[in-house]
Structure formats: C-alpha cells, structure tokens
C-alpha cells in the first residue's frame, strides 16, 4: 500500500504517550456512555449520565444524557461578579515529582517552589493549579484558588488523580529556568525496538516515536508500516489486491481472506490506495477460521467509510454462530443509537461495551477495540470513547471460530454498506498512542497536542504540518498528556509583549468554504470579561473566536464575524453563574452553512442560544483569506479583550463542520 504519510509517521511502541490520559475521574457504571465531563461547570456530579471533574475526578455516567442537579440551563444576561486579582500571601507548591511553572510575570520556578505572591499578580515561584482531570484541592490550613487561580494563604496541591505527566522526582530547572519534565517518565526500549526523542517530531516508519518531546519504548520487533509485525498480529487486511476475490493477509502469517459479493474501489477512493467496497446487498469478506488461536488478547482496528447506517449492521462478527459470537455493530438499535462491542458465549446474554453516539456518513473514520486483563476499551479516531473494565474475556475461549466475518452478522441483519480499509487483528491490546498512529488524521482536520516539553514549537500532529509557535507560554501536564500554560492574569487591558499565546500560522481557515469546528480542552484558572479562547483575524477586521465572557455574563460564545456584523451561538452560565475555575471543560464551536453552534462537555446543554441559524447573508470562512492573526488565548493585535489565563489541550480544527455525536466524543475524558 502506497501511504505517503508514513514518511511523516509510523506506529510507536508500548509505553509511548500519544494520547495518555492524566489523572481523572473514576467510573461509576460507565458501560461504554459518552462520560462528559460536567456541563456548565458543576462540581459534583449529577444523575443520569453528567460527571463532574472533582478532586480525583469522580466520573459518573450511564447510557443517559446529562442529568439533572448539574446542567447548565440556558439563559440570557445572567450576572456575574467581576474577577478580582490574586490576593496576596499565596503560596504554591507541586505535588512530589511534579513541576512548578510559573514566577513573578511567569518564568518558570524551581519544583515545589513556595513564595510570596505578588498583589495583583503572579506568585513568585508559584504554579497555576494543573490537576489533571481533577480540582485543586488546598493543602490543610489553606483554601483553594480564588478567582484568578492564585492561592489564598494556603498551598494549592494538584489532586488525587493528577499529573501523571512528571515522572517522579522529575527533572526541573533551577528558579527562573524551564521545567523539562518527561511525560510519565522515561521508558526504556525493549530489544528491537526503536526509540526516538525527537521533540514533536513526526515518526517514520520503522518504529520511531511521535510523541511530541516525549521518550518511549517500542515493542519488540520495532514498528512497521500500518501497524506491528511479528508473533502479535493475527491478519492485515490492506485491501490492495484490486482483482479477484482473495484478500491477501500482508502480515505473512497466510491469513487470507475472501471477497463475498463485495468489490474493489478505485485506487483511489480507499483511505489509502484501494479499499473494499461494500456496495452491493449481501457484500461480506469471509475469513479463515480459527482467528482468535492462542489470543489471550486482541486488538481490532478498521478504517470505515459508511454510506447508509442501518440498525444492526456489523462491522465485524466472529464466531461459530448465533450462540458464540465476538461482533461489533455500527448502530445498535438502542436509544440514543451507537457504536456496540459485543460477546456472546453459549447462547448467553451478550456482554457489551457501548456509545450512544455514532459516525457521520460519507467520511473516513477510524475505529479500534481493545480486549485484556483491563477490560474492553473502544476508539475513533485515535481517541477512547468507551470502556467496560468487567468486560474480561480471553478471545481464544471462543473456540474454533467458524463463522468469521467483515462487514456482516451471524444474525439475517442489514450488512455493511460503504467501504473499508487496512482491517487489522492483533493477538495484543495495542496502547493508545499505537492506535492513536493507525488513525493518523492526514489532513482531515489539525490537531496540537501540545506534548512537547521544551522549545516554542507546537507542533501539527496531521499532515496539514501547521506548526504553531508558544509565545511567552510555558509546557504544563494537560487532560490528556501535556497542554499549553498562558499566564495572562490581567484581564482587559492593552496587548503587551508579555502576553502568552500560540501563534498558528496563515490562512488557518482559507479553505473552509462550507463550515467548519475549532474544539479545545480548556482549564481555566480565571475569567475575564471578552477572554479570547481563539481568534482568527484578518487585516480587514473581520474574525472567527470563542470567548468565555462578554459584559457580565459568564458563557461560552462563537463570535463569527465575517463581514461587518458579528453573528452568535452562546452558552450562559445560569446555574451556577460562573465557570468552575480549576476543572477540563471541553469546549467546541461549530459552523454548517448558516447555523453557528456552541458545545460544551459534548452538549448543548439545552441552550436555545447555543444553535443560530443566521437568515441573512453570512461570507463563509475562506473569504477572510490568508488570516495573519491566528492565536490560542488571545484576541486581535491591538484590541484589549482579556487574553486566557489557564491552560488548552488538544487543539482541534477542521474544515469540515462535525456532527453532535462527533463533539460528544471529543469531549470524553475517560476514568483514570
């Protein structure tokens, strides 16, 4: 298979951290629901499916939406006092391991740094509350954060569940110089593996790691082209063939498979290359039996391409029939409908793990399972969306599988219409970051991780290589891996050059002529009136941003403004009125055609408001042309708008507007 991509990056091996969770909540009966994090800012979790991001995290949901006792509801012009500056006295310290990240002015301090803060402004050697997925919590005989994140009189540690992004006794400069903790640690590489440090570099092929400025290992045998070689692949289904009805196995272990009824693309309709195309009724590909042999573990990932989604349709479905059977559906007939992993065994009640969200149609997702000792976990797009930890299963107990199949059921069930790619079975549980390298976005959308822990490059984890630049800012454990720190503490005022931002280049929206989505996790340690959370400007004046507040409403506003009106979508805070400072919100602004939409924790949140659908004339995105004033926590060159004092992870924009299952599964932080 031809994938040009691989020049940019290949699978990296176990222990690498692409996507790595830090500290968070808890489950509590997930069973494979979209566990947003708490609507509109509460800090305790509610009923029926929201989870707050308390210390420690605790996450609460089911296969219900938002529950009641913590949504936002909707409201307009709610009230909200202004932010105050850090009061002095406060004191800050990391947790053991961890770095401080902030001075007088925000120069990084030594670890555990502890001083004096100053009025109105920054703790010298103090850090910005960083709990991964978690509340700052006070130390005893202390409080927590007060509206600018600072300290009053106490000692803000980071909670239970918090950075697992320091190793422990993790290396930091002296006061005044820059933390270099690695994410988690450094890991050693196994014989055959190959590691590579490269900060934010993009791997090749061959095993080297794309984690940005992080080192880890790679399994044995190294990596290669779409995925792991060796005793752990079971098949590799790289569709290629383009002729005929066999589907060669290119792991070498003689796997193959059979075409049934189905075809081939084009060369170039496939995610890469040819892929197979599921177009006609009863188009299946049969494989071998006896797939799961010797597998106390699996991994199964596929790219998928769906023109239609009827209830039941398979992706997968591996058995000896209708009482012994492993599958995976695309649509499980539940309310809401979503994605199901199912085991069935002796004409049981099939144990699942599932969403109640689905893919759109007619676009390339990725998706990916994962069975072990840790339960069932699932992924789209490099990104978990659900787990079962109960859901323990050794796949070779299925016995002698007969009954093995692509894109159809051992039940008289629609069959899988569209087109699928580089099918792949492994006898392992792939980690995140190697499943996270299969679903390379190439030039869907741009993503920054901001994993990196040294230099100002923020790198472009797509093809789109739309490498940004930290201004100011420092690196920081973020809601998954690392995340940016923007130390702006004060609010509106002139633009300084001490401002702390991310500079992306050009023309970020040049090519959106039919929508777009900018989403983000953001943590933030204050509010301030107009607070940029992005801003995409031209020289005309005219610019695309989300803001968490405008006059004395706290909120979550899409501000399109294209021409010389300025369009809405916006979440007010009613119930609480404020945001919750020190907790991940995940925030998400949307554009299809003439409707601006507003996301946040997946939802939302039942705000009239959040959905504008704009009557009159509304230039789309590219006619704002080559946009030179493209920035992450700061508004236009010379306006006063507060710029954001917190922190942002994962980065995310596309031209192409997502659906509302999509967001959801952005905004899924899962239990720690």
Request: hydrophobic share 35%; net charge negative; proline share 4%.
């Amino acid at each position: 298979m031809s994938r040009p991509w691989l020049a940019r990056v290949g699978l990296i091996g176990i222990g690498s951290l692409f996507l790595m969770l830090s500290g968070c909540g808890s489950d509590s009966d997930c069973k494979g629901s979209s566990c947003a994090a708490g609507v509109g800012g509460a800090t305790v979790a509610a009923t029926a499916g929201q989870s707050s991001i308390a210390t420690g995290g605790v996450a609460s949901s089911s296969s219900g939406g938002t529950g009641a006792g913590g949504a936002t509801a909707a409201a307009t012009g709610g009230t909200t006092n202004e932010v105050t500056s850090p009061s002095s006295g406060g004191a800050s310290s990391s947790a053991a391991g961890g770095a401080t990240l902030e001075t007088t002015g925000g120069a990084p301090g030594s670890t555990g740094g502890s001083t004096a803060g100053a009025t109105g402004g920054a703790a010298t050697g103090g850090a910005l509350p960083i709990a991964t997925g978690g509340s700052i919590s006070p130390a005893a005989g202390g409080t927590g954060p007060d509206s600018s994140g600072m300290s009053t009189g106490g000692t803000i540690a980071i909670a239970t569940g918090g950075a697992d992004a320091t190793a422990t006794g993790g290396a930091s400069s002296s006061t005044g110089g820059s933390a270099t903790n690695t994410t988690g640690g450094t890991a050693a590489a196994p014989t055959g593996g190959a590691t590579s440090s490269n900060t934010g570099g993009s791997p090749s092929s061959g095993g080297t790691d794309a984690n940005t400025g992080g080192t880890t290992d790679s399994s044995a045998g190294g990596a290669s082209t779409g995925g792991q070689t060796g005793s752990d692949v079971i098949l590799k289904y790289d569709f290629e063939d383009g002729t005929g009805t066999v589907v060669t196995d290119t792991s070498g272990n003689g796997m193959n498979g059979t075409l049934v009824d189905a075809d081939w693309t084009a060369n170039t309709d496939g995610r890469n290359g040819i892929a197979a195309d599921f177009a006609n009724a009863d188009s299946a590909v049969a494989l071998p039996n006896d797939v799961f042999a010797g597998a106390s573990e699996l991994t199964v990932t596929a790219w998928v391409f769906m023109t239609d989604n009827q209830q039941w349709n398979h992706l997968f479905d591996i058995g000896t029939g209708t009482d012994t059977d492993l599958y995976f559906t695309l649509n499980n007939a539940s309310t809401p409908p979503g994605l199901e992993l199912g085991l069935r065994l002796n004409g049981n009640a099939p144990q699942t793990l599932f969403t109640t969200t689905m893919l759109p149609l007619n676009v390339w997702k990725h998706v990916a399972i994962t069975l072990s000792s840790k339960g069932a976990f699932m992924y789209v797009d490099g990104r978990e969306v659900a787990r079962e930890a109960g859901l323990v299963i050794s796949p070779s107990s299925l016995g002698v599988t007969t009954s093995n199949w692509i894109g159809k059921s051992q039940f008289p069930y629609p069959e899988f219409s569209g087109r699928i790619d580089e099918f792949y079975m492994y006898k392992r549980a792939l980690t995140k970051s190697e499943i996270a390298m299969l679903a390379w976005p190439k030039m869907d959308y741009s993503i920054w991780h901001f994993d990196e822990t040294s230099g100002t490059v923020a790198h472009d984890s797509s093809d789109n290589a739309r490498d940004g630049t930290l201004v100011n800012g420092t690196w920081a454990a973020g809601a998954f891996g690392g995340a940016v720190q923007l130390y702006n503490p004060s609010g509106v005022s002139a633009p300084s050059a001490s401002d702390q931002y991310v500079q992306l280049p050009n023309g970020i929206l040049k090519n959106c002529s039919q929508g777009y989505t900018v989403a983000a996790w953001i943590y933030l340690a204050a509010v301030f009136n107009h607070q940029r959370i992005f801003n995409f400007g031209n020289d005309a004046g005219n610019f695309i941003a989300a803001r968490t507040k405008g006059g004395y409403t706290e909120q979550l506003a899409l501000v399109n403004r294209t021409d010389a009106t300025e369009r809405y979508a916006n979440i007010n805070f009613t119930n609480p009125k404020t945001w919750t400072t020190g907790i991940w919100y995940h925030v998400a602004t949307v554009r299809n055609g003439q409707t601006l939409i507003a996301y946040l924790n997946g939802s939302t949140t039942g705000a009239a408001s959040a959905t504008n659908t704009v009557t009159d004339p509304m230039p789309t995105a590219d006619t704002l042309g080559d946009t030179p004033y493209n920035y992450v926590g700061k508004a236009m060159p010379t306006a006063t708008d507060s710029r954001m004092h917190g922190l942002v992870d994962e980065f995310l924009v596309s031209c192409r507007p997502f659906t509302a299952d999509e967001i959801a599964q952005l905004a899924y932080l899962p239990p720690s």
